[in-house]
């Protein structure tokens, strides 16, 4: 979730300090930040904070603001004592997501999803009528999958509220950017949104998939079954 700096500014050693973490309503119990430590006077350690949010927090829609505690006790000289801080936390609603890690948006991709799941295999069974032999059959499958994303409806159009182009070169920039049921519902879609809906329907047929960020730009890939060396020969 973040760090906390643990600062031991008493007089004395602290011994068997222990930090733990939690959010009212958001968790179902404090996480143990990490194992017990100790800390001379005038030394201070950087500490991770960890969470296990519950299911709820997908729910949210707006932005809201919670109340988290970070816990620590601790034995200076031998007597255990406890502090208490409590930072406010601010939540996204569960489309937001900021580019410092282009990984991140690999958590919009629910290959699970029982409406993708329905959607890629009606896709995968109409193509067995028209397949061919002759091509690799993971490019038949990306080239099915596109064709019937497009003929559902479903087109490219930038966001004139969030551009890709813009909200990916600012890291504090927050995006909004869909999961793959929530895609299948619009007509007019950005690339990210894009991206996210293919790769999700080629996950759902057990394709090898990836997002590729580019200056100003998002695509989709995926793997094919041919070896690098036949591919290039083809």
């Known amino acids: 979730?973040?760090?906390?700096?643990?600062?031991?500014?008493?007089?004395?050693?602290?011994?068997?300090?222990?930090?733990?973490?939690?959010?009212?309503?958001?968790?179902?119990?404090?996480?143990?930040?990490?194992?017990?430590?100790?800390?001379?006077?005038?030394?201070?350690?950087?500490?991770?904070?960890?969470?296990?949010?519950?299911?709820?927090?997908?729910?949210?829609?707006?932005?809201?603001?919670?109340?988290?505690?970070?816990?620590?006790?601790?034995?200076?000289?031998?007597?255990?004592?406890?502090k208490e801080y409590n930072p406010v936390l601010e939540f996204y609603n569960r489309n937001a997501l900021t580019?410092?890690?282009?990984?991140e948006n690999a958590s919009f991709v629910t290959a699970k999803d029982p409406q993708i799941m329905?959607?890629?295999?009606?896709?995968?069974?109409?193509?067995?009528?028209?397949k061919n032999p002759a091509v690799d059959?993971?490019?038949?499958?990306?080239?099915?999958?596109f064709e019937a994303v497009k003929s559902y409806g479903i087109r490219y159009e930038i966001d004139p509220t969030t551009p890709f182009s813009e909200f990916?070169?600012?890291?504090?920039?927050?995006?909004?950017?869909q999961f793959s049921r929530q895609i299948l519902q619009f007509t007019n879609v950005d690339c990210d949104d894009l991206s996210v809906l293919y790769t999700?329907?080629?996950?759902?047929?057990?394709?090898?998939?990836?997002?590729?960020?580019i200056p100003g730009h998002i695509y989709a890939a995926f793997a094919l079954k041919a070896s690098l060396e036949h591919a290039q020969i083809v």
Do not use: H
Request: some cysteine; hydrophobic content about 40%.
């Open 118 to 130: 329905g959607f890629a295999n009606n896709v995968m069974s109409w193509m067995q009528e028209v």
């Open 1 to 82: 979730m973040g760090t906390a700096i643990v600062d031991n500014t008493g007089a004395v050693d602290a011994e068997n300090i222990q930090a733990q973490f939690f959010v009212e309503r958001s968790m179902g119990n404090p996480m143990e930040c990490c194992p017990p430590f100790s800390l001379g006077t005038g030394v201070q350690r950087r500490i991770d904070l960890y969470a296990l949010f519950t299911e709820e927090l997908i729910e949210i829609t707006e932005g809201t603001r919670a109340s988290a505690r970070i816990t620590l006790s601790y034995s200076p000289g031998g007597q255990e004592q406890t």
């Open 99 to 103: 580019w410092d890690d282009d990984r």
């Open 200 to 213: 999700s329907l080629l996950e759902a047929v057990r394709m090898e998939t990836a997002i590729i960020t």
């Open 137 to 145: 059959e993971n490019l038949q499958k990306g080239m099915a999958v």
């Open 168 to 177: 990916s070169e600012n890291e504090q920039a927050v995006d909004f950017l």
